[in-house]
Structure formats: structure tokens, C-alpha cells
């Protein structure tokens, strides 16, 4: 299923996962490891033939003058950062469609061969949170003791539709490498890449990690993507209003809305859409 390429002097490696799909609102998990691992040399591929159903996950064509000049193949890499202080492996690219639990098994086995120490799961969700606030977090581990009494976690029983994330983060578990994950709560109405949760997912990986991870022309990314946002709803009085009414209850539960707050605040945009009350969708068109 893959293929391992020699790696030699790797220092207090963690993974990092975040794949192309579910649980990705925004693209945020995606962005944010991309960025993270930068132009990172690749330590390991998988076999496309193997994980994906390419009537769902199509090869890119490219034809030049009519003539079929590339076909690009979804991927799935393991590609290595060097940072000051440890080495940081990032697990990225489409989700896989195909033999999941053979997948996770594999991805445990290249952990276990390269001594990872820790993962961490990166991505989104949509949510009914303003753009005009910071990006709350939702956080999992695998021991109550990998996280601060800071954290915001999903209290009780949360059952969503799985991911493949979830599937590899439960075989290294199995395997003995604790695990975390930071999950972006992006705003519904949000079309595109969403670069402020990105942003926040660097952020908290980063001190998770005790790394320093540059931003770069992320900041520019997120100013710019702010101002639109504003631009488009001071264009539309009932985006304004509807803005205003998520504002209004993020402040109330302090910037960070709970698992049920964040059901609540759906089942009544949903309702409120049902009623003809349509939401607005910068970005969009």
C-alpha cells in the first residue's frame, strides 16, 4: 500500500494528519498542514490504486493542443518538516475511499517504524460562528492529560459521521502514540478557503508542539479575506442583521460556543432558512 523512503535523524517526530474532505469546512486542516510542512521533502506514498474510487476522486487531465499531455492521480503523501526543536511529518491529500482500517493499520506501522512520539489531527467544522470573531476550537485527545483545563472540548456523547482521520488517529492510538485534535469551527456562510481558522490551527498546533511556525502571506491572506467578508455584508442589510445575531449569541457564551451551543445555533439557522430568512454567502459567485 505504500512506499517508505529512507529517513535518517529525525528528532522527537510528531504527525501530523488532515486530509481533503469530510471534516475539512473551509479547508482549513488541509491549508493549515500544507503550510506547515511547506516544500518538505516526501517520506512515504501510498498506492492511488489501492485507497481511491476514482469515479468519485477523478485524475486531473491536462491536454495541450489536443493532445493528452498529464493525468495527475489523487494522492496521499507523508512528507517531513524541520523545525528548531523536533521534525514534524505531515499525512496529507485526498481522503481515501478504499480500506480504511487497512490504511490506519499502515499508517500506525510507518509511526511506529519512524519513532513517532505524538499525533495531531487538524480540520474543520461548519458552524454558526461570525467571521468577525476569533476562530473558536474544538479539541479531542485520546488522554485527558494531553490537553489544558483551557480547552474547549464536546461535552457528553458527540456521535458525527466518521472520517478517515478519525480511522487512522484510532489505529496509532491503538498502536501506543497519544493523539490530539484541534478542529476549527468555520463559519457556515463562508465559501473557499478560510484563512483565519487556518491561521488558528497553525497557532495551536504550534504551542502544542513548542514550535515557531512563520505565517508569512497567511496574515495578508486572512486581512484580505476580512475585508471582503465585511464588504459584502455591509452590501446586504440582512446579512447585516443576520451577523449582528451571531455576534450577539458568540459574545453570550463567550466567544466559544459549546458542542450543544453549536447544534442550537444550526437547527435554528436551518430553521430560520426553512422560514425564508436566507442566510448571506460572502465568497460565493
Known sequence: MYELEPVENLVAPALIVAFQGWVNAGNV????????????????????????????NRPIIDFVDGRLEEVSWPYL???????????????????????????????ADIATTLGVVEV???GGVPAATPHTYPTPLLTTASRPDLIGPD????????????????????????????AVGFWAQVPHYV??????????????AARHLGITIPLDDLVDRVAEQRQQLDATVAAQPDSQAYLERLESMAAAQGEIPSADDIAAQVERFLQDAAEGEEPFGPGEG
Do not use: C, M
Request: cysteine-free; glycine content about 8%.
Open 191 to 204: 465559501a473557499g478557503t478560510y484563512y483565519a481558522g487556518a491561521v488558528a490551527l497553525i497557532d495551536r
Open 151 to 178: 480547552e474547549q472540548l464536546p461535552e457528553g456523547l458527540l456521535r458525527v459521521p466518521g472520517a478517515a482521520v478519525n480511522i487512522v488517529e484510532r489505529a496509532l492510538t491503538d498502536a501506543g502514540i497519544p
Open 29 to 56: 486542516g488541509t491549508e493549515a498542514s500544507d503550510h506547515i510542512v511547506a516544500e518538505g521533502a516526501a517520506v512515504a506514498t501510498f498506492d492511488p490504486d489501492a485507497l481511491f474510487d476514482y469515479r468519485s
Open 77 to 107: 503523501t507523508l512528507r517531513r518538516a524541520e523545525y528548531a526543536r523536533r521534525d514534524v511529518l505531515v499525512l496529507s491529500g485526498s481522503e481515501p475511499d478504499w480500506q480504511w482500517k487497512a490504511f490506519g493499520r499502515s499508517v
Open 120 to 122: 495531531v489531527s487538524l
